[in-house]
C-alpha cells in the first residue's frame, strides 16, 4: 500500500538553529514529490516540486532535497514566521491524485 | 493569496442534513481538487475534476458528490451530514493535472 510518512511529528528549534525534515514514501511510479506549508485555520501553501533523485530546490532559508526513498527539507537560520505544519505530498504514477504526508508541525522560538 | 476562492469560509449546519460547497479556481487552472481536512486523519484526496470531466476519485464518501462547471467552478455537495463530517474542506486548482497545487482558504463545516 502506497504510504507517506512524516518525521518528526512535531519540532522545536530556537531561532537560528538549523535542522531537518523528513518524508518517506513508499510509492509505485513516483510522478513527483510536493512539500507545502500551511498556517493553522489556512489553506496549504505550494513551496516546491522534486520529479527525480538528486533533485534539489531553495527558497529563502528553505531547501528540498530527493532521493530514491525520501525527501528532506532542510530549513537554514530559521526565523519565528517559520512556524507552520510542513506537508509532503507524492503523486503516483497512476491514477491522478496526490497522497499527503501527516505533517511536521514546526516551531521557531525567538 | 493563492487565487483560488471558496465559500462559505464557515457553516453550521445540523445532521441530516444537505450542504453545498462553492470553489473558483485560479485564473486560467483547468483542474480543480477536493480535499478533507479532520484533525485525526490529515489532509484526505477526494476527488478531482479536468475541463468540467472527472478525472480522478480518492476517499469520497457516496454521501459525497461533486461537479465542475463550464465556467470551470466547482461545487461539492455534501448530504446526509453526519458528526463526522465535521472538517475543513479544501478546493486546490493547477494549470495541468500533473502540476502543483493552489489551495483555497477552505470552508470549515461544523455538524451539529
Known amino acids: 500500500e502506497d504510504q507517506v510518512t512524516q518525521s518528526p511529528e512535531a519540532l522545536r528549534l530556537q531561532e537560528g538553529e538549523s535542522s531537518s525534515l523528513n518524508c518517506s514514501y513508499t510509492v509505485s511510479g513516483l510522478r513527483g514529490l510536493f512539500w507545502y506549508r500551511q498556517d493553522p485555520g489556512k489553506g496549504p501553501e505550494f513551496l516546491f516540486t522534486?520529479?527525480?533523485a538528486g533533485e534539489e530546490k531553495e527558497k529563502e532559508r528553505l531547501k528540498a532535497t530527493l532521493t530514491k526513498k525520501e525527501s528532506f527539507l532542510h530549513i537554514t537560520a530559521p526565523k519565528p514566521e517559520d512556524s507552520a505544519t510542513y506537508l509532503c505530498?507524492?503523486?503516483?504514477?497512476?491514477?491522478?491524485?496526490?497522497?499527503f504526508g501527516p505533517g511536521t508541525r514546526l516551531s521557531v522560538l525567538p | 493569496d493563492s487565487g483560488v476562492t471558496q465559500t462559505p469560509k464557515h457553516l453550521i449546519t445540523a445532521t441530516g442534513q444537505r450542504v453545498t460547497l462553492r470553489c473558483s479556481p485560479r485564473?486560467?487552472?483547468?483542474?480543480v481538487y477536493w480535499y478533507q481536512q479532520s484533525l485525526d486523519q490529515g489532509l484526505q484526496f477526494l476527488i478531482q475534476y479536468y475541463n468540467g470531466e472527472e478525472r480522478a476519485k480518492g476517499n469520497i464518501l457516496e454521501r459525497f458528490s461533486a461537479q465542475q462547471f463550464p465556467d470551470l467552478h466547482s461545487e461539492l455537495n455534501l448530504s446526509s451530514l453526519e458528526l463526522g463530517d465535521s472538517a475543513l474542506y479544501f478546493c486546490a486548482s493547477s494549470v495541468v493535472e500533473q502540476g502543483e497545487q493552489y489551495f483555497g482558504p477552505g470552508t470549515r463545516l461544523t455538524v451539529t
Open positions: 505530498a507524492v503523486r503516483r504514477n497512476y491514477g491522478q491524485n496526490f497522497v
Open positions: 485564473s486560467g487552472d483547468l483542474s
Open positions: 522534486l520529479y527525480s
